[in-house]
Nanobody, 118 residues
């Protein structure tokens, strides 16, 4: 019954910005750290940003540090990813999940496509 619904993706030019949202249900959202993952064509899925259950601690892959910001609203059971200064190499399908220490728990949503191209 766990559901994760990603939204906010789209086509954007290099240097542009997007904000992704992940609406969660079916589990105690406020008790879990959450992460954003991405999978580019022909590549493995990777963790790009994580946030603790309270939002007090965040971490980022080196490739996105200084450009992406992860946040959460526990009342809305939603986690966000603000993506600035986007690069073509950011093109991927983006997913959210819990259990980031385990590489995600097996209940992946559909993801949302981000395409960065001129």
């Amino acid at each position: 019954q766990v559901q994760l619904v990603e939204s906010g993706g789209g086509l954007v030019q290099p240097g542009g910005s997007l904000r992704l949202s992940c609406a969660a249900s079916g589990f105690a959202f406020s008790s879990y750290a959450m992460g954003w993952y991405r999978q580019a064509p022909g590549k493995e899925r990777e963790l790009v940003a994580g946030i603790s259950s309270t939002g007090g601690v965040t971490n980022y892959a080196d490739s996105v540090k200084g450009r992406f910001t992860i946040s959460r609203d526990n009342a809305k059971k939603t986690v966000y990813l603000q993506m600035n200064s986007l690069k073509p190499e950011d093109t991927a399908v983006y997913y959210c999940n819990r259990g980031i220490a385990r590489g995600g728990v097996g209940s992946w949503g559909q993801g949302t496509q981000v395409t960065v191209s001129s």
